[in-house]
């Protein structure tokens, strides 16, 4: 997951996450400010956070909250 220390919906999705019993690996852009342009290019997106399950790119916080909703999250933390 691409993030920054100081965004909030990265924390949320930091605790969704590990209320699924995910493990997550943080890019921390803020950190490292030349990995923001690999995930800009990754993503097509400027904002973080930007979430990963395995290869596949699920998007920010508000899709993952969506797939938790829709009972999808789960499984793909589980594939």
Sequence with gaps: MYSTSHCPYCQM???LLDKRGAEVEQIRVDLQPELRDEMTRITG????????IGDRHIGGYT???EL???DELEPLLNA
């Design 13 to 15: 999705a930091l605790r």
């Design 68 to 70: 938790d909703m829709d």
């Design 63 to 65: 899709e993952l909250a």
């Design 45 to 52: 997106r400027t904002t973080v956070p930007q979430i990963f």
